[in-house]
Nanobody, 124 residues
Framework: QVQLVESGGGLVQAGGSLRLSCAAS????????MGWFRQAPGKEREHVAA????????YYADSVKGRFTISRDNAKNTVYLQMNSLKPEDTAVYYC?????????????????WGKGTLVTVSS
């Protein structure tokens, strides 16, 4: 069992930065691929970024590539999402997620554990 708790969301002006954190409980954190999804009002949940269990491989959606960076610290059971050059269209609830398969299989349908989400609001 893995419990995920996100933090770091808030209100920021366009062009600003935020860093989201996701703290995981459980001794098997390092065996999971981790990622971030987001969901804006009235829209489907979107896969934003993911990272392999070792941290050696990452994935980014085209919409955030070059602006967001995902990382993890297995010693602290924490995954991060550094978000730079934020745009109003990045406004959403951001969810941390964990899946036990490899990064190539990391998708909405493979997720085994979800956090409750943290709200990011980017004003124009």
């Amino acid at each position: 069992q893995v419990q995920l708790v996100e933090s770091g969301g808030g209100l920021v002006q366009a062009g600003g930065s935020l860093r989201l954190s996701c703290a995981a409980s459980g001794r098997t954190f390092s065996s999971y691929a981790m990622g971030w999804f987001r969901q804006a009002p009235g829209k489907e949940r979107e896969h934003v970024a993911a990272i392999s269990w070792s941290g050696g491989s990452t994935y980014y959606a085209d919409s955030v590539k070059g602006r967001f960076t995902i990382s993890r610290d297995n010693a602290k059971n924490t995954v991060y999402l550094q978000m730079n050059s934020l745009k109003p269209e990045d406004t959403a609830v951001y969810y941390c997620a964990a899946a036990s398969g490899g990064l190539r299989y990391f998708s909405y349908y493979a997720i085994e554990y979800w956090g409750k989400g943290t709200l990011v609001t980017v004003s124009s």
